[in-house]
């Protein structure tokens, strides 16, 4: 097999994993090395909602609800991964006993902190989204792929809590920060692309970047510092929060 045949397999395993994207049967996937492939999935899903943005702007509907369809979309292109993970999340961290955080975390019983945490997540995002009169698609990609890229910081630089699991296998394909660079090159050429399309964009294309890098390592900082590492769960509630905060940072930017 040769490096590009290997490239499109890892990208499929790792739309399969992340994704509930519909694909069609692959022999020979190996899904050991998906979080390489996390924040150029999240291109794929913000560019794949800024699609169905703009057909449901051309339909004429109101901003509100064009948000708030595109939020369920979210979910639905997600399968509730990452929000599973934040809600998880937030029920361990309301716990005042750090040693049973893990095993709260680990049940599948959503606690009420769960529940609050996924109704703020998606409320920020929808209201955000409303408030986004421009540039919807490309503010959509950067969130789905900062996001991203912010897990593959959690899984760098801190140290994972469980000796098993769905998230164990991410520490085996990202290594060291050096296996960060190609997802901010990614994410740096999205910016420029917004920049080269129109001049205008200057100052969106700029912002994208700082807002991204600055929350996405800040946020996988914050679940590091309050559970002294990461698991599969936080690295979804870095993704959740990510996004979340990225839009409405977004928000105070000027948009055509």
């Given amino acids: 097999m040769n490096d590009q ?34 924040p150029t999935v999240g291109l794929i899903i913000g560019a794949t909602l ?53 095993e709260v975390m680990a049940d599948s019983a959503t606690g009420a902190f769960g529940a ?17 009169s421009g540039n919807r698609a490309l503010v959509l990609m950067g969130a789905c792929a900062w996001g991203r890229w912010g897990q593959q910081v959690a899984i760098a630089y801190y140290p994972y809590l469980k000796p098993t699991g769905k998230g164990a296998l991410h520490k085996n394909a990202i290594r060291s920060p050096w296996d960060l660079l190609p997802g901010l090159l990614l994410l740096v050429g999205l910016s420029g692309l917004t920049m080269l399309l129109n001049h205008r964009d200057l100052l969106l294309a700029v912002t994208m970047v700082l807002v991204g890098g600055v ?21 979804g509630a870095v993704v959740e929060w990510t996004e979340a905060l990225f839009l409405c940072l977004m928000t105070m930017v000027p948009t055509r």
């Fill in 50 to 102: 800024g699609l169905w943005d703009g057909a449901m702007n051309y339909l004429g509907m109101p901003s509100l609800t064009r948000s708030a369809l595109l939020v369920g979309t979210w979910i639905a292109i997600t399968g509730g991964l990452h929000l599973d993970g934040a809600m998880d999340t937030a029920d361990g961290l309301a716990v005042g006993d750090s040693e049973r955080r893990l």
């Fill in 116 to 132: 609050m945490a996924a109704i703020t997540i998606l409320l920020l995002k929808t209201s955000a989204l409303t408030d986004l």
């Fill in 5 to 38: 045949q290997q490239w499109w397999k890892g990208l499929f395993a790792s739309i399969i994993f992340y994704t509930s994207i519909p694909l069609p049967y692959i022999e020979g996937l190996e899904f050991s090395s998906v979080a390489q492939f996390a």
């Fill in 215 to 235: 929350i996405a390592p800040l946020t996988a900082a914050w679940f590091n510092h309050k559970l002294g590492g990461h698991t599969g769960d936080t690295y």
